[in-house]
């Protein structure tokens, strides 16, 4: 099983690899296209590390423990700021990937377990939502199998407005 560690702002080279192999393996579950994630310059990629590792932000990265070595997943949980300042905080999960390789061999399962801890202890986030495609039925399974249950809610679906993306949210401990 690959270690699952939090994404510094150094691993910059890391992150554009892998958004670029996640774009190019699923180009619908992501609002940034392939293109426009190509055209990113090396320092619009350091930015986006440091943010992605921020105050806000939590990514969870796997790799094999090696130097530099390839991400094999990703996790990115974000604050979802309430909009009534007595509601309790809530995070986001976002940008989830698995390399093909790694698939089904139970990474997804511990992403998500240890995103879900952050969530908690981090931001002291008392449920976590996010969003998925009407039509992905594999992946309503798999958070469903996670606690996470659909709240009703949908939107319309970023690349194609003609689909529904479906709130989900789990309960954190």
């Known amino acids: 099983m690959p270690r699952i560690r939090r994404l510094h702002a150094n691993?910059?080279?890391?992150l554009k690899a892998v958004r670029l192999e996640m774009l190019t393996d699923t180009p619908m579950a992501y609002?940034?296209?392939?293109d426009a994630a190509r055209r990113q310059t090396d320092t619009q990629w350091q930015e986006r590390a440091a943010a992605m590792s921020g105050d806000a932000s939590i990514t969870l990265v796997a790799d094999t423990g090696e130097e530099g070595s390839k991400l094999c997943g990703l996790m990115r949980v974000v604050v979802k700021h309430p909009r009534i300042p007595e509601k309790p905080l809530q995070a986001m999960l976002i940008s989830v990937y698995v390399a093909p390789e790694h698939r089904g061999l139970g990474l997804a399962d511990e992403l998500l377990r240890e995103a879900c801890q952050a969530a908690a202890g981090d931001f002291a986030a008392e449920s976590m939502e996010?969003?998925?495609?009407?039509?992905?039925s594999r992946a309503l399974a798999f958070y469903r199998r996670h606690g996470f249950q659909t709240t009703g809610a949908s939107r319309p679906y970023p690349q194609d407005t003609s689909k529904l993306e479906l709130v989900m949210e789990r309960l954190l401990p």
């Open 11 to 14: 691993d910059w080279p890391l």
């Open 31 to 34: 609002v940034e296209s392939l």
């Open 130 to 136: 996010l969003g998925v495609h009407e039509d992905n």
